[in-house]
């Protein structure tokens, strides 16, 4: 099992920056693929960005594509999610994923284990 405990977000005003964090535990964090999903209130859970093991590679919605960045820190078994100039559609709860797969995915079936989510409200 994975435990994964998100952190980091709140309100902020567009054109703000946040930066989110999921702190891992349980198992062996480097063998892992890490994603961030969001959920919008009355909206299907949309993929947000993914790192591989490494930190090699990423992958992003064309949605967050030069605004967000996912990054991770194997030795604090950690990954976050930098945002920048954030919009009222950013609106959202957000979800850690760790994913055992051979390759980075972007759908949610790519991931066994999941946070809570932390809450992120951009106003206008």
């Known amino acids: 099992q994975v435990q994964l405990v998100e952190s980091g977000g709140g309100l902020v005003q567009a054109g703000g920056s946040l930066r989110l964090s999921c702190a891992a535990s349980?198992?062996?964090?480097?063998?892992?693929?890490m994603a961030w999903f969001r959920q919008a209130p009355g909206k299907e859970r949309e993929f947000v960005a993914s790192?591989?093991?490494?930190?090699?590679?990423?992958v992003y919605a064309d949605s967050v594509k030069g605004r967000f960045t996912i990054s991770r820190d194997n030795a604090k078994n950690t990954v976050y999610l930098q945002m920048n100039s954030l919009k009222y559609e950013d609106t959202a709860l957000y979800y850690c994923?760790?994913?055992?797969?051979?390759?980075?995915?972007?759908?949610?079936?790519?991931?066994?284990?999941w946070g809570q989510g932390t809450q992120v409200t951009v106003s206008s």
């Open positions: 349980g198992r062996t964090f480097s063998n892992y693929n």
């Open positions: 790192i591989s093991r490494t930190g090699g590679s990423t």
């Open positions: 994923a760790a994913g055992s797969g051979l390759i980075v995915v972007d759908t949610p079936n790519g991931y066994a284990y």
